[in-house]
């Protein structure tokens, strides 16, 4: 009797660690906090924006990442680990994006709990934030820090439903964004221009 309690606690335990799910739900913080080792310092004043893969790997060499092709305004490629800490913040996971080769986004999603640390670390570090002006009414408000290597940014709010983002967006992405916006506006001009 004893072997069969002891193998159905086993066997609880098991399915305990091997439960898969992506909903930001305390019971899933639980199961991260067990099966999840990961924490990762990321300064984000001196983060390389020229940083591919590759350097990725040399850089946080002591974390598994899973890479592939990503298809999102994001970036054309992407490396995902989960993550228990950012900075020491409690965090669900982290995403670095790249664009032709080149790191272009890091993205972290944070728990009710790591949103306030991070968020702390952020103040202390790059100062207070300003906040971002928005198009959409509706939509969280925004604030960030410009930094000389990109911006930081994040919600004004943590989100009530479990996880929060901060988005660190390299200067050479901001770069090509605004270049490639000039062009849509210099070529509708034209075809303007043209139809007059």
Do not use: H
Not at 24 to 46: C, G, H
Not at 96 to 105: I, K, S, Y
Not at 109 to 130: H, I, N, Q, V, W
């Amino acid at each position: 009797m004893k072997k069969v309690l002891l193998l159905l606690v086993l066997l609880a335990c098991l399915v305990f660690l091997v439960k898969t799910g992506y909903d930001y739900t305390p019971m899933n913080r639980l199961i991260a906090s067990v099966k999840v080792w990961n924490e990762i310092r990321i300064e984000f004043d001196q983060v390389p924006g020229n940083l591919s893969e590759v350097g990725l790997q040399a850089r946080y060499g002591d974390i598994r990442w899973n890479c592939g092709s990503e298809s999102s305004r994001l970036g054309d490629r992407s490396c995902y680990a989960d993550m228990r800490t950012v900075n020491g913040a409690d965090a669900w996971f982290v995403v670095f994006f790249f664009q032709n080769g080149r790191l272009a986004q890091i993205k972290i999603d944070t728990t009710r709990d790591g949103y306030a640390e991070l968020l702390a670390f952020a103040k202390e570090k790059y100062g207070s934030p300003r906040r971002i002006e928005k198009d959409d009414p509706d939509a969280p408000q925004l604030m960030g820090w410009t930094l000389a290597n990109g911006v930081l940014t994040t919600t004004e709010l943590a989100d009530s439903e479990g996880t929060s983002q901060f988005l660190w967006i390299s200067k050479n992405r901001l770069m090509n964004s605004a270049v490639q916006r000039q062009r849509a506006v210099r070529s509708a001009t034209l075809r303007m221009s043209a139809d007059l």
